[in-house]
Each structure stands twice: as C-alpha cells, then as structure tokens.
C-alpha cells in the first residue's frame, strides 16, 4: 500500500479517537454544571458553558501559528505527539475539577497544546497527491466525525450509569491511545537537515507572506464564519432537548443522540462529497454545502419534538461534510510547498476563533432570543457567507 494511504488510514483512526474522546463530555458540558458543580440559574448556566467551552479556542486560537512555524522546522508528526500526549493528561485532569473555574482554566490548558487535527490535516497533505486532495480530505474528516457520533452516544450511556466524572478519564485514555497508535504507525518524511538550514520568519511574517496569496484570506474568513454560526446555539442544545424531551428520564442518552445524528450523515457525505469535488472542484461543493447548511439550520427553532429536531440535524450533517474539508482541499491547493502548516495553523487558529466567539455570543444572546433565534440567525448568516464566498472566490479567479 503506497505510504499517503497508510498514512491516512492511520490519521483517519486516530482522529476518530480524538473525536470520540472529546465530545464524550462536550455536549453535556451545562448539565454537568447543573447536576454536578451546583449551578441552578439556566442563563448563568449558559453564560458557564459557553465560556469553559469557548476557553480552549482562545488559547488555541493564539498558539496554532507558533505550532505551525515549528511544524515546519521540525516536523507534522513531532507537533502530532506533543498535542496528542498533552491533551490526554489535561483531559484526564478535568475530571477532578470542583469549581467552573477549574473546568475554565484546565480548557484554556488544552487549547495551548491542542492540535492533534491540524497536525493530521497538515502531514496528509503534505504526502497525498493533489489529485486525490479531496478524497484525502474527506476520509480524514470521516474518522473524525465517526468519533463525534460514537462520542456523545458513548458519554449519554456513561452518564445516565455512572455520572459524568468518569467521561474525562476514558477521554484521556482514548486521547493518549490515539497518539501512542501515530507514534507507532505513521511515517514523514521530512529532513530536519534541510529544514533547519530555510530562513526561519516570525510568525507575522509568515502570515504576511501567506496573505499575499488572493485565496487564503478568504478561505480563513469561511473557515471562521463556519464555525460561527455551527458553535453558536451548541451551549444550551442539551437544555433545549430537555425542553423538547419534557422529562429527565434518560435525558443525557437523548443529548448524545442528537449530537450524534448530525455526525452519521457527516460520516457518510464527507468521503462521497470529496470524491465528488476531485471531478467538479472543491468550490462548487463549498457553496452548495454553505447554502444546504444555512438551509437546514433554520427549521430547528420551529421543531416540536426531539425526533423533528433529529431529521433536520441528520440533514444538516449532509451539507456540513461538504464545508471544512473542501476548504482544506482549496487551502493546499493555492498554498506554496513547505509551507503547509503554516497555513493550516492560521486556519486552525480561524477555525479557533469561530469556535471561541460562537459559544461566547450565543450564550450572551440566549437571554434574550433563545436558542430558537440563535439557530435562525446561524442560518441566514451561512446564507450570507455563500453569496459573499461565491462574489469573492470568483474574483480571485478571474483576477
């Protein structure tokens, strides 16, 4: 088997346990703050939750460059190591928090090491032929979102057994199992040699020198409206499940299985809409899935059940297998050689900052709009980003 494919095959499975082992907790973050750290006010709770988990992106959002400066100097599959072995003891570390505060300042920890993704995303294409970029792509993100199903579904039925404490231990087991498999199996080549004698740029410099390319600043400008509008409402869902559910009974089993629903029909859509946009282009596959998105968020505030809100997340999962990866696809493919993980550690970081301001606005904005408006207003601004993508990319063609 050719070396990119072991390669991917490997990354894809460790992506899955990374996935898997992050989001065990992640979407029932304000019920573990409710039932487990003793807060009772649902706007406070919100206001919590979107903080601790906005906290890891504000630190990731400033420290993927320097990871990917150093990524290039000395390696994807050292930068891999680092953040795969360090998140694991974190995670494991959150599992004795006490306070919120606790949970706040061991996710900021994190997002400083985090990058096991970016790190994948960067050393497979940097070893996968451009023809087959999206393919690649869109498998990579498969293991991923195969995790992000199995995640949520795993952690409901931890929860409702054995409570939510136990959930960061067997993170931290799966993280570090994830790392230990890439340690073992994956292969770069890449000479440190020939890399430590390159001129070595600051960081600002790099991204200077990058934004110079017409298509990176508008590839990083999707990537962080992306995540925007797909974070903003994701605090208080389980709290809107709850509503809609009208019980407590096996109600954390009920969370997990909407955040795993939009992750089935991501698995599928990923591998098919990136073979699909290796014959039509990545482009066209961004914008249909920009405008899909935008067109499936909006339905979720008028739903009157957890199995209405289940259909249209199923659907939604279909459209987002076409955002991110073809994004990565057009990112390697206008990016200079070399200088990979330089632009996927600015895009990571834009990627952070959407994951960051999302939470952040949409639990300041629940007190007064509620989760049904957060979604309406996710929707129309997808709808706005692919009119403005669709402007944008097509003057960067033709200029």
């Not at 409402?233 to 509503?243: C, D, F, I, R, T």
């Not at 339905?299 to 994004?327: D, E, K, N, W, Y």
Request: aromatic share 10%.
């Amino acid at each position: 088997m050719q070396r990119w494919k072991i390669n991917l095959i490997v990354l894809m499975s460790g992506n899955f346990l990374v996935f898997a082992g992050m989001t065990m907790i992640i979407p029932f973050l304000s019920l573990y703050l409710k039932q487990d750290l003793g807060l009772t006010d649902n706007h406070e709770i919100g206001l919590w939750a979107g903080l601790i988990f906005a906290a890891n992106f504000v630190t990731s959002f400033l420290f993927q460059p320097l990871w990917g400066k150093l990524s290039d100097k000395y390696g994807r599959k050292l930068m891999l190591l680092r953040s795969g072995f360090g998140m694991s003891i974190v995670m494991v570390l959150m599992g004795f928090a006490t306070e919120p505060w606790h949970l706040l300042l061991l996710r900021m920890l994190n997002g400083v090491i985090s990058g096991y993704t970016p790190a994948a995303v960067s050393l497979v294409s940097a070893t996968t032929p451009k023809n087959r970029m999206g393919f690649a792509m869109g498998t990579l993100q498969s293991g991923g979102t195969a995790g992000a199903i199995l995640g949520p579904f795993i952690g409901g039925l931890l929860a409702d057994s054995f409570g939510y404490r136990p959930i960061f231990y067997i993170t931290g087991s799966f993280l570090f199992l994830a790392s230990f498999i890439s340690w073992l199996m994956v292969r770069e080549n890449f000479d440190r040699s020939a890399a430590a004698l390159k001129k070595q740029v600051s960081v600002v410099k790099g991204f200077r020198d990058l934004m110079v390319i017409r298509q990176l600043p508008v590839l990083l400008t999707i990537t962080f409206l992306i995540q925007f509008a797909m974070l903003s409402p994701m605090p208080l869902m389980p709290l809107y499940v709850q509503e809609l559910h009208g019980t407590t009974e096996n109600l954390a089993f009920y969370a997990g299985f909407v955040g795993s629903v939009t992750g089935i029909s991501n698995l599928i859509s990923a591998p098919l809409l990136g073979r699909l946009s290796d014959r039509i282009g990545p482009t066209r596959i961004l914008l249909i899935s920009l405008a899909g998105a935008g067109v499936m968020l909006i339905p979720q505030a008028f739903v009157g059940s957890v199995s209405q809100l289940l259909i249209f997340r199923f659907l939604l999962g279909c459209f987002m297998g076409g955002l991110i990866p073809t994004v990565n696809s057009l990112i390697r493919k206008h990016t200079p050689d070399g200088m990979e993980s330089r632009s996927y550690g600015f895009n990571s970081s834009a990627l952070s900052l959407g994951n960051m301001l999302g939470p952040v606005m949409g639990g300041l904005l629940s007190g007064l709009i509620g989760i049904e408006g957060l979604f309406i207003l996710s929707g129309i601004l997808l709808f706005l980003t692919c009119i403005w993508a669709t402007r944008a990319l097509r003057a960067r063609r033709s200029t």
